[in-house]
């Protein structure tokens, strides 16, 4: 068993309405010397032996993330 | 001989009622297909009708596209079948590699619900015919995640081969690259659109009847062929 890490974030270049607002919100409420928020997602995923790093790639690929908008890294943490 | 049009409902559908009846108002045969589906009942086309299929979540549209009756939609729509989605169908289309590009979140964050004047970009489609090239449409429009977004080279791609179907007019509501409201398949047999046609097709209930020539559009082409 391990556990697997994917993190999904948009693109650099697509714009993110929702991380644009937080950001705006974080001013409001006084924090001071943000500059950037994007938000992504984050998923824990538990796998048995049998699911190698390709079975991963291509879950994180087509399901997980859209490469249209998003991208993403896959980590495999020590259990 | 009439056409029969299939309507599919996911869990969390919300417009296969309207999409249905809008199919008879234009003389089709509204047949029910249910996500779970294996084969299609035997339709000559297909509507993939708006709402928010599986809650939409991880992403709208990403479930839906791997539900059963996805299966020989793809493969019907890849041999030549029309196949219309609408908002959350649009999605769908997309997350199904039947069209290009995706939809994020609205610019500005609302959920925007409201009659959109549409412009209608290209009549060469299974679902456009009955209208002219320029010609402008009234249909409501509903969605948080309506903003069309695909990289420069598709963008290029539709643009050059009249491929946006759609344009918003007087004003971009969401921040839609290059204000695209609908797009079409390479054989113009496959259209998605965020706004809603099938809201549109009686002025007892719509803000007009202009989005009725969109099920005329496939009826015609299906007692044609």
Known sequence: ?79 | MSARIGVITFPGTLDDGDAARAVRYAGGEAVPLWHADEDLRGVDAVVVPGGFSYGDYLRAGVIARFAPVMTPVIEAARAGMPVLGICNGFQILCEAGLLPGAMIRNQGLHFICRDQWLRVENSDTAWTTRYDTGAEILIPMKNIDGCYMAEQSTLDELEGEGRVVFRYVGGNPNGSRNDIAGIRSENGRVVGLMPHPEHAIDALTGPSDDGLGMFFSAVDALVKA
């Open chain 1, 1 to 79: 068993m391990a556990r697997v890490v994917v993190d999904v974030m948009p693109k650099p270049e697509i714009l993110d309405p929702q991380g644009q607002a937080a950001l705006g919100a974080a001013g409001r409420l006084g924090f001071t010397g943000i500059t950037e928020i994007r938000q992504g997602k984050h998923f824990e995923i538990e796998v048995d032996d049998t699911v190698d790093d390709a079975t991963l790639e291509k879950i994180a690929e087509g399901f997980l993330a859209n490469p249209v908008i998003e991208q993403w890294t896959i980590t495999r943490v020590d259990a």
